[in-house]
């Protein structure tokens, strides 16, 4: 079965802090997502990573950064968190050909206070 | 950026009745996919639809494709409260890893 976990189910952090969301899929694939995710907006894409090191901006990457060091982990980078981060962040991988299957983890429910 | 629009956007019914959400989408697709979000969780994987195909089933989920309207709709058949989720299509992007969000479909089913 296929597997994402993220680091933390529910977070509070306050503003200006620095935050890491973690993301590990186990299926060996080769791309990972974020999204976040607010009432009535639907997923919107903050960045994706299709291979180790390689990353690209999605629809709102301002305020977040990524790193992927390892084709398992796939972290989410708060550099200063304000409070309209305050959002479900959502984790998801794919294998190797594009716009397929998506897998999601739980997802992280980040309060910025 | 949205691609795909989901309609209507909650829904209610009596369970053992059958629900109907439907999806339409601006630009030529590869594919398009379905997906649930129980409340306050991850989105799974329901089904995917290719652009040749115009039907397709799974258990109690059919799911209909019709690229000259550029929609979709996702019929659940003889719902379970278990049901309860919202709804969400995805189609893949002019672009290359991305799939493209609607905002989804609330639906409810009554006991």
């Known amino acids: 079965d296929v597997k994402v976990t993220q680091s933390s189910r529910y977070l509070v952090k306050r503003t200006g802090e620095k935050v890491f969301l973690e993301c590990v899929q186990d299926m060996d694939h080769e791309n990972m997502f974020w999204y976040r995710q607010d009432p009535g907006l639907g997923l919107r894409l903050i960045y994706f990573s299709y291979d180790v090191k390689m990353k690209e901006k999605g629809d709102i990457p301002e305020g977040y950064s990524v790193s992927r060091e390892k084709k398992e982990r796939f972290s989410l980078i708060l550099e200063s968190a304000s409070t309209n981060q305050t959002s479900m962040y959502l984790c998801?991988?794919?294998?190797?050909?594009?716009?397929?299957?998506?897998?999601f983890g739980p997802g992280t429910r980040l309060l910025v206070l | 950026s949205q691609q795909g629009e989901e309609d209507p956007q909650a829904l209610s019914i009596q369970e053992g009745e059958n629900a109907t959400m439907n999806c339409s989408y601006k630009t030529s697709i590869n594919n398009l996919q379905w997906y649930r979000q129980n409340s306050g969780r991850g989105l799974v994987h329901l089904i995917l639809?290719?652009?040749n195909e115009r039907e397709k089933h799974s258990g109690r989920l059919r799911v209909t494709l019709d690229t000259s309207k550029k929609s979709s709709s996702l019929l659940i058949t003889a719902s379970r409260a278990a049901d309860t989720a919202s709804y969400f299509c995805a189609t893949d992007a002019y672009s290359n890893y991305q799939l493209i969000w609607g905002a989804g479909t609330k639906l409810i089913i009554k006991p």
């Open positions: 998801a991988s794919s294998l190797g050909l594009k716009q397929e299957t998506q897998y």
């Open positions: 639809i290719r652009s």
